[in-house]
C-alpha cells in the first residue's frame, strides 16, 4: 500500500515535471497566461475590497473575515485546478479516441488524467489566494493554536477535494454524452464565487445546496465558526464545526466511484 | 495453451439516429432513435507464441473492435477472450502491463518532448528495472536507428522516424505481445520496409507474438504466415496467404510479349483477357491446363520474345473476397 503510494507519487511528479516541460517550450505563452492570472484574481478581491471601502461592511462580516473565506476557496480551487486540466479536455479525448492511449497504460485513468498535462501557470491564482488567506488570518484575531493551524490546513485540502471532484465529475458526464456541458461551471467556477463570501448573505435553499449536496460551505464558512470562536456563525454544534471539512475526502471518493461507473459504460460502449 | 484465445466473442453497438431538418438536433434530444449495428458476430481463434498474424478485413468490419476487445479497451457482450492467462477486460492494469500497442495514426509519444524522455516517463510509467530498461533502450536504438534523433522533440520527426519510436516505445517494457493497428498507413516505400524489418527481427529473435491490421496487402505478404480476414462482424478465413488467394479462383495471368504483326492471339485453354500492340494477358485455370502444356502450345502457335506467369495479385483476390462476402 505505501509503495503503491509512493510509486504513484513519482510517477505524478515525473509527469508533471514533463508538463512544466513542454510548457516551457512556449515561454511567451506561459509568462504571458501567469501574469494575466495574477492580475485577473487580483482584480476579482479588489471588487470585494472596493465594496468594503464603499458600504463599509456586510451585516456582521469585517474584510478580514471575508478574507479568510476567499483565500481558502482560492487556495483550494487553484490547487484542484492544477490537476484538473486533463479532466478538463476529457471531452475531446473521447471524442479523438485519445482516451484508448489512457487505457492501454498500467494505471488507473482518473489518475493519468489528473497528471496530464498539469498547468504550472496556474500559480497566478494561488499565489494571490494564499497571500490574501495570510493577510486575513493576520488581521482577522484569531487566538492562533496547533488545532486551528491544522484545522485550517484541512480546510485548504478538504476543499481542493471537493473542487477536484467536481471536475471528476463534470468529466464524467462525458461518458454519456458529447455535448458541451459548460452548464456544469455553474457549480465549479461559480461554488467558488459562491464560496468568497459568508454562506448569510444567500437565500436558505442556495445554502443548502452548498452545504449538502455540493459541500463548499463545509470546507470554509462552517469551520470558520471554530477557528474564530464564534459558534453562532454556523448554528451548529461545536463538534460538527470542527469535524465538516473532513467531508471533502469522502466526497472526492464518491466522484471517483461515479468515473468509475461512467469507464464501465465507456467499456462497453466504446464512446 | 495459446497465448490469445478467443471464443465466440460478440459485440453490437448502438449507433444514434440523426434527424434532420431545421429542429432535428432538438427531436433527438428529446426523442432518441437508435440502431443496433453488430459489429462482431462471433469470432473464435487462437494465437501461439512467437506467431505474426495479420487482420485484414474493409472498413467498419469489425477488425478494430476485435483488437479493442483484446487489448482491454472495450468488454464484448458475450464470448471470452483470454491473454496469457487473463481476461482483458476484467482485469485491464494487469492484462496491460504485458502487451504493447502502436496505433499508425496517433502517436503515445508526448509531442513536445525529446523523444528520450518520453521513452524515460514510459519506463516510469510501467516500472521497469533500470538494468533490463538500459539494455532494451541500448538494444532498440541500434537496431531501429535511432541515436541520433533520441534528443529531437517527437513533432520535429519524419512520420518514418516518429513510428519507429512509437515502435521502439511499445517496446520498452518487454511486452510479450505487440498490437499494432495500421502501422505502416502513411510511410513512405523505405520507411515501410524499415519498421517491417524491426518488427519481424525482434519478433523472431525475442519469441515476441505480433497481431496487426492493415490494409497494405504487403505488410501481410512481408510479415504473416497467417491472416485472419474479417467481414461484416465473421471471421471468413483463417489461414495463411496461399488459401487466401485460393478463396477467390485458382486462376492466373499468363503474360506474352509476341514477336511483332501478329493478329491471331487466339489460344485454347486460356482466356484473352487483355491486349496492348504485342503483349497479352491471357487467363487460365492451372487446375484445368498445366502451365508447361499452356506455355507448350503459345510456343508452338506464335512467336514468342518473352513471357511471365504471374498470380494474381493479392488485392485483387482482397477485393473479390470482400464484394464476395455475404
Sequence with gaps: MIRSVRRHARIYGRLAAASVRSQWQYRASFALYSASQLVATLAEFGAIWALYARFGSLPGWRLSEVAVLYGISNVAFALAEAGARGFDVFPGMVRTGDFDRLLLRPLPTAFQLAAHDVQIMRVGRLAQGAAILVWGCM?????????????????????????????????????????????????????NQMAQYPLTIYRPWFRLFFTVAVPLAAINYVPLAALLSRPDLSGLPAPLNWLAPCVGAPFLAACLRIWKLGERRYASTGS | MAQIEVRGLRKSFRAPLRSSGPFGALRDLLHRRTRTVEALKGITFDIEAGQIVGCIGPNGAGKSTAIKIIAGIMNPDGGEATVLGRTPWADRIAHVRHIGVVFGQRTQLWWDLPVIDSFALLREIYGVARRDYDETLADVVERFHLAEVLDSPVRQLSLGLRMRCDLAAALLHRPSILFLDEPTIGLDAVSKLALREAIRDWSAERGLTVLLTTHDMDDIEDLCRRVLLIADGSLLLDGAIDDLRRMSSARRTLMIDLAAGVANAELEGAELVRREGDRLWLEYDPEQVATHELIARAASAFPIRDLTVADRPIEEVVAQVYRDAP
Design chain 1, 139 to 191: 488581521g482577522v484575531g484569531i487566538q492562533w493554536d496547533a488545532a486551528r493551524v491544522a484545522l485550517l490546513a484541512i480546510c485548504v485540502v478538504g476543499g481542493a477535494c471537493i473542487f477536484a471532484g467536481l471536475f471528476v465529475l463534470q468529466a464524467t458526464l462525458a461518458f454519456w454524452t458529447i455535448e458541451s456541458l459548460e452548464v456544469v461551471n455553474i457549480v465549479t467556477y461559480g461554488g
